[in-house]
């Protein structure tokens, strides 16, 4: 393995599947989810191509000896990405507080827990945790935050398992059965095909959103006052 070339391509998840194989991408999944410093690992991108990798068009895509086995990934993604959104979210229930609420903290930051508790607050605890899989940094430092608000870990546990294996398997497939047809155009359409797919994915959390400002608005009108919604603290 050529780890200068990996060092340089780690945005890269073409790059990243043809170096590391199965077993890194593993890795990879469980630091994206469970590590904060693995925010930045194309996560979607990574899993379609890990599908596509196991698929009869593995080596037109990748090269000879790039095969993958699609029930190890099938398997083994889903195990990575529950192990790793559990350890971020024991890592936020154990010293989240302390570390969220040191102003001069560079990742750590309070607004991430005012943000998460907003997002709590429209969705619900079941389905933040499973819409915050198909939303790319958001699946990384939900988890803690979680932890840090207090969210019980048998509750987290669960949908984070139904996120988790919704997540992996959905793309995973996605590159498995689409692999001959992605083929012959993965390279020039990789990106614009991984915006939409990220496009679709936060959708849900859009109309939510919008929903949530006109149930309010209506609300502010009737009552003539602003509508002040509490933390969420246990789900």
Known sequence: MDYNQLAVNLLDAKALVASVGAIGILAIIFAE???LVGFFFPGDSLLILAGVAASSAASSVLGEGAQLSIALLLIGAPVCAVAGAQLGHYFGAKVGPRMFDKPNSKIFRREYVVKAEEYFEKFGPAKAV???RFIPIVRTFLNPVAGTLEMPARTFFVWNVVGGVLWTESMLLIGYFTGAQLAPVIDKYLIPAMALIILVSVSPIIVEVLRERKKKKAEAVESGEPVVGGR????
Do not use: E, M, Y
């Open 33 to 35: 989810t469970g590590l």
């Open 130 to 132: 499973v819409l915050a």
């Open 232 to 235: 969420h603290r246990k789900g």
